[in-house]
């Protein structure tokens, strides 16, 4: 499917704080675009709401609509059992994988309307 967009826009974690694999995914995935596919990386916290509005609102001003969203990001927490889980590994996990969502659902979908 990938190579048919004309535009990529990825939203996530700063490149920088990627583990070593996922970066060279990352390069990997952009060496394949074809030439002249505009791209863009957005390190933004997908759990913070406005960070995730301005994040949609940049991607309008610069591509003029969203046509699709692959809502996919997420994050493992410690492999813990419940009664021995930190709150704040649990609040990150549910920031992430459940606002996260949930902020782009909203804003992408506001704007594909």
């Not at 499917?1 to 939203?11: D, K, P, R, T, Y």
């Not at 990627?18 to 990386?41: K, N, W, Y």
């Not at 889980?85 to 549910?94: A, E, G, N, S």
């Not at 996260?100 to 309307?113: I, L, S, Y």
Request: charged letters at 20%; one cysteine or more.
């Amino acid at each position: 499917m990938g190579m048919e967009i004309g535009a990529l826009v990825l939203a996530g974690r700063q490149v920088a704080s990627l583990p070593e694999g996922d970066r060279v995914i990352l390069r990997e995935t952009a060496a394949q675009l074809p030439a002249g596919c505009a791209h863009r990386l957005y390190p933004i916290d997908v759990g913070d709401e406005a960070a995730v509005e301005a994040c949609v609102a940049d991607v309008l001003a610069q591509f003029g609509q969203i046509d699709v969203l692959c809502n996919n990001a997420g994050i493992i927490g410690d492999f813990a059992i419940a009664t021995e889980q930190d709150l704040t590994t649990w609040q990150r996990v549910m920031a992430v994988n459940l606002y996260g969502t949930v902020n782009f659902t909203k804003h992408v979908g506001r704007a594909m309307q």
